[in-house]
């Protein structure tokens, strides 16, 4: 246990974050109900966010910070839930001083609608004040579109045919604005599970054209340095796809025998996959693959982009 950190909870789900400077900044977090914060590379922690102090039983979920910073300090954003008498509400807190102080992020209308209806799935680019929202009909949250906050009054909704699971973004929207959206159900109107909008979803156009299956959709990862290499990873029916050109043509890379649109057999699907921070240079990502742990599951890293692979643990 490192100095300053609490005592481990056999009960409390609790997730480490890490800055996307860390090289420079050493900064590390801890979600586990209270938001600790470590300096130095996980040496000492201190709580920089105690959201039962502001509101009693309350809670906050999962941090996202988003990949630039302000004056060398990172922004941080986390959801709180905390309860009302007309039900749950779920506002954003904010922090641009890498969780010294906060504040609510006031996003919601006068009903409250935005905050009581939204699921978990909210990304941010790295374009100061620009993030999406993706809400899909379930239980609980019956919305289904796609919403863009960009630094206004209220959101923009960029997508309302069916509702999205799953958005991916460029590594460098700030100056492409380019966006993939996993639909669910799929959309009519342009026959696929899997959409793409160069203009920040203003418009939107099939995005599996080109190696992928339309009735699937798919989860992506952008190249670190996608401006430069147009590199871009998709996993679809456990199956590991790379394009090259931002998108536009896709090819397998995992596993070497498969097809499109035909799932592997069990010893080969891919259950989760990353790239290395340092792609652009190292070329490598990982991949485990196989049955679920802790019987069969497979870890492999390629370092040559997926061009061939080498088991690492199975």
């Given amino acids: ?177 380019l966006l993939y959206a996993s639909l669910a159900p799929a959309s009519q109107a342009l026959n696929t599970s899997f959409i793409r909008s160069y203009d920040g979803g203003d418009t939107w156009e099939d995005g599996a054209g080109g190696g992928l299956c339309p009735g699937e959709a798919a989860d992506l990862r952008f190249s670190p340095d996608f401006a430069s290499d147009h590199s871009i990873f998709a996993q679809q029916f456990g199956s590991l796809f790379k394009s090259v050109d931002g998108g536009i043509t896709w090819r397998y890379i995992y596993p070497a025998d498969g097809a499109v649109c035909q799932s592997p057999g069990s010893l080969d699907a891919v259950r989760e996959y990353q790239l290395s921070p340092h792609y652009a240079a190292d070329q490598t990502l990982y991949l485990t693959a196989g049955a679920s742990p802790p019987n069969g599951a497979r870890l492999l890293v390629s370092t040559d982009g997926g061009a061939s692979w080498q088991n690492v643990l199975e």
């Fill in 1 to 177: 246990l490192q100095e300053g950190l609490p005592a481990c909870s056999r009960t409390l789900s609790s997730y480490l974050y890490i800055s996307p400077f860390y090289g420079e900044d050493g900064l590390l977090f801890i979600n586990a109900g209270t938001i600790w914060r470590s300096n130095d590379g996980g040496d000492r922690w201190e709580s920089v966010l105690r959201i039962s102090d502001w509101y009693p039983n309350a809670a906050v979920s999962k941090l996202v910070i988003p990949p630039f910073r302000s004056s060398g300090n990172l922004t941080l954003f986390t959801r709180a839930y905390f309860w009302y008498p007309l039900g749950l509400v779920h506002p954003m807190m904010h922090s641009d001083d890498n969780g010294n102080t906060w504040r609510i992020y006031q996003i919601c209308d006068e009903s409250l609608a935005y905050c009581r209806n939204w699921n978990r799935l909210y990304y941010f680019t790295n374009e100061p004040d620009t993030w999406f929202v993706a809400r899909h009909e379930g239980f609980v949250d019956l919305e289904a579109d796609i919403l863009r906050w960009s630094g206004g009054q209220s959101f923009t909704t960029v997508w309302h045919e069916t509702g999205a699971y799953r958005l991916s973004i460029s590594s460098d929207y700030a100056n492409d604005h």
